[in-house]
């Protein structure tokens, strides 16, 4: 079946460093999805990504789709304690509604 | 609050219990999923309902059923409860969208555990 790698798997950072993380596909998506965890709680969305190329921000959050639409990348700016969290892609092929999601990228920022 | 409710929030059950997972929307979506996350596995589709009166397997069915009570409502039931069932399952719902797409909206989780 399809699969979504996602690295780094976790990572630690100091407070107001940047953050990068990718996910890469053995199959074309037409769109793409960035989702965070917060302990206790679902998945929400942070950004959504629909055409090939596509550089898309909310707030500090930048990710972009990928040229190939095989990857999707996601960048924290300045990165604050509250960026805690599971960061999951997510990606969805034409013609149906279900996403797969990546094993996640645990992030834990160090004050 | 406009969402996905789930409940119950913790769950224990003994090897070979049944139970049933419920899930509400009042977004008005189409379509409803079950999911189950694990560590290190990120989140796996268990079933899902494309609309009301349909119901599909995803990739991890077994041991498992659903019901799409109404469009509201996406119930799973675990007929005979096993160790390998412990997990955190989420429930989320999305408009129909066979291209683009708004993504879920994920209710807050149920920890089950089996012992």
């Known amino acids: 079946g399809q699969q979504l790698n996602q690295s780094p798997q976790s990572m630690f950072i100091q407070e107001g460093e940047d953050v990068s993380m990718n996910c890469t596909s053995s199959?074309?998506?037409?769109?793409w999805l960035w989702y965070k965890q917060e302990p206790g709680e679902g998945p929400v969305l942070l950004i959504a990504l629909y055409k090939a190329g596509e550089l898309t921000s909310n707030g500090r959050l930048t990710a972009q789709f990928g040229i190939t639409r095989k990857d999707s990348f996601l960048n924290i700016s300045a990165s604050i304690p509250s960026d805690v969290g599971i960061y999951f892609c997510a990606g969805q092929t034409s013609g149906t509604y279900k996403y797969i999601f990546g094993t996640g990228t645990r992030l834990k920022v160090l004050a | 609050n406009a969402g996905v409710t789930q409940t119950p929030k913790f769950q224990v059950l003994k090897t070979g219990q049944s139970m049933t997972l419920q899930c509400a929307q009042d977004m008005n979506h189409n379509s409803m999923y079950w999911y189950r996350q694990d560590p290190g596995m990120g989140l796996r589709l268990i079933y899902y309902?494309?609309?009301?009166?349909?119901?599909d397997k995803g990739e991890v069915p077994n041991g498992y059923n659903v019901s799409r009570l109404n469009k509201r409502e996406f119930s799973l039931r675990l007929e005979s409860a096993a160790p390998s069932q412990t997990s955190v399952y989420f429930c989320?719902?999305?408009?129909?969208?066979?291209?683009?797409?708004?993504?879920?909206?994920f209710g807050s989780g149920t920890r089950l555990t089996v012992v």
């Open positions: 989320a719902s999305s408009e129909v969208a066979f291209t683009g797409g708004g993504g879920y909206t």
């Open positions: 199959s074309i998506f037409n769109t």
């Open positions: 309902s494309a609309s009301e009166g349909t119901t």
